[in-house]
């Protein structure tokens, strides 16, 4: 058995663009670049590492210039200001360059080498979405996760455990054509209904999920998911 983070040759990727979204991570960037840099060799011929910094008032940008600098493989974009999570999503891939395209947060809550479950599994899918196993949030933050998931499985018919869960894989060519308009937490929701409307084949497999170490979360801010409610309730209006 090949070890984590060491794909297979029949799953190893021809081709990969990952992208982190960042917002005031200057103790995560560092180690999530670099973890990076060592697992992905093993899951694709070529690739690239972008980060894309959301208008972080720390020193997330800076470190991310200075990385980029350091190595051809990683690109930095910056946001002048904090646009919001599914504004640096878009960017990160409207940015990417390759054949797949995978994100996760750039808060180090998953571990990177889990990247190998999803590879499998892109036969006969375009998109592959990790469901965290134990969600290792605070209790209100996994509260307002499950009446978001539930209230997007009535409006929408998904059947999805965890819809906005940041470990994804994409077929790039599912983005081509698509306009992406959430500038919130709505991204992932907007990203798998446009998707799907298209024919779009959508699987789930479960990660491990690990508490925050550095830093603070953004995303239980009532004006984040007041923001996300009405943003899924425009969306719904559209496609439906």
Not at 3 to 12: D, H, K, M
Not at 137 to 149: E, Q
Not at 191 to 203: C, L, N, P, T, W
Not at 209 to 227: D, E, N, W, Y
Request: proline residues 4%; glycine residues 8%; aromatic residues 8%.
């Amino acid at each position: 058995m090949s070890p984590p983070g060491a794909a297979t040759s029949q799953e190893r990727l021809a081709s990969l663009s990952l992208f982190y979204p960042m917002y005031n991570e200057e103790g995560n960037i560092e180690l999530a670049a670099q973890r990076a840099l060592e697992i992905l060799p093993g899951v694709a011929e070529e690739f690239e590492i972008i980060l894309v910094d959301d208008g972080s008032r720390d020193a997330t940008g800076a470190i991310a210039d200075r990385l980029a600098a350091g190595d051809p493989r990683i690109r930095a974009i910056h946001h002048p200001t904090n646009l919001g999570y599914g504004a640096a999503l878009t960017s990160g891939i409207r940015a990417s360059r390759f054949e797949w395209i995978f994100y996760t947060d750039g808060d180090n809550q998953f571990d990177l080498r889990e990247i190998d479950l999803l590879l499998p599994l892109r036969h006969g899918h375009e998109i592959v979405s990790g469901f965290r196993i134990d969600r290792r949030d605070p209790v209100n933050r996994k509260l307002n996760a499950w009446l978001f998931n539930s209230l997007v499985r009535l409006l929408f018919g998904f059947r999805l455990r965890d819809v906005d869960c940041a470990f994804k894989l994409y077929r790039a060519s599912i983005f081509e054509g698509m306009d992406l308009v959430s500038r919130g937490a709505l991204i992932d929701v907007e990203i798998i209904a446009r998707a799907r409307k298209r024919g779009a084949r959508v699987v789930e497999i479960g990660v491990h999920h690990f508490p925050r170490t550095v830093g603070s979360q953004t995303g239980a801010k009532l004006s984040v998911i007041l923001r996300a409610f009405r943003e899924l309730l425009r969306l719904w209006g559209e496609l439906r």
